[in-house]
C-alpha cells in the first residue's frame, strides 16, 4: 500500500474555512478575528514570552554556569540483539563498523539491553549499560569496557 491509494474515511477531513466572503458564510465582516485590536490586524500579535511589558519570566530567573557543547560526548548504540550481525565472538569498534552496524566517526559505541542474546561474545566497547551487560554474561560472554574514541583530527 502507497500513500497514493489508502482510501479517504469519511468524516476524517474536514473543509477548510473560507474567510471574508460574506455573512451567509458565519466567518464573514470580522473573520473570526473579533472587532479591532492587535491581534486583529495584518501581521498582528504578541511575540512569545511577552507578559503585557511587566518584566518577562525568562529575564527574572537566573542565568547560571556554562555548558559547552563542543566538548560533550555522544555515543552511538547498538542493541544486544543486533549484535547477531557481527561475525566472529569479538564485539569492538571495528567489527560492529565491518557488520554497517554503526558508522566509523569520532562517536563513542555504547550497547544497550534491548533484545536477546543467544551467541558468547567479547564486548570491548565505550560503554555497555546494565541490562545489556547482565545479558551477555549470562550468554556466556564478557564485557570489558575500552576507552573513548579519540577525537577526529583534522590536517590544517
Known amino acids: 500500500m502507497n500513500l497514493d ?8 477531513t474536514h ?9 451567509g458564510s ?15 490586524r495584518s501581521g498582528g500579535g504578541i511575540r512569545i514570552g511577552f ?3 511587566q518584566m518577562p519570566l525568562y529575564r527574572k530567573l537566573p542565568r547560571r ?22 561475525e566472529g565472538d569479538v564485539v569492538n569498534r571495528e567489527s560492529l563498523v565491518k ?3 554503526i558508522r566509523d566517526n569520532a562517536q563513542g559505541v555504547k550497547v544497550l539491553g534491548d533484545g ?3 551467541k558468547a561474545f567479547t564486548v570491548n566497547v565505550c560503554k555497555v549499560s546494565a ?13 570489558e569496557e575500552a576507552a573513548p574514541a579519540a577525537e577526529a583530527k583534522e590536517d590544517a
Open 116 to 118: 536477546e542474546v543467544s
Open 51 to 53: 507578559e503585557g511589558g
Open 131 to 143: 541490562s545489556a551487560k547482565s545479558k551477555i554474561e549470562a550468554a556466556g560472554g564478557k564485557v
Open 99 to 101: 557488520a554497517g552496524l
Open 15 to 23: 473543509p477548510t474555512k473560507r474567510l471574508g466572503r460574506g455573512e
Open 65 to 86: 554556569g556554562f555548558n559547552n557543547k563542543n566538548f560533550k560526548t555522544t555515543y552511538q548504540l547498538v542493541n544486544v540483539d543486533q549484535l547477531e550481525r557481527v
Open 26 to 40: 458565519g466567518h464573514g465582516k470580522t473573520s473570526g478575528k473579533g472587532h479591532k485590536g492587535q491581534k486583529a
Open 5 to 12: 491509494n489508502i482510501p479517504t474515511i469519511k468524516g476524517a
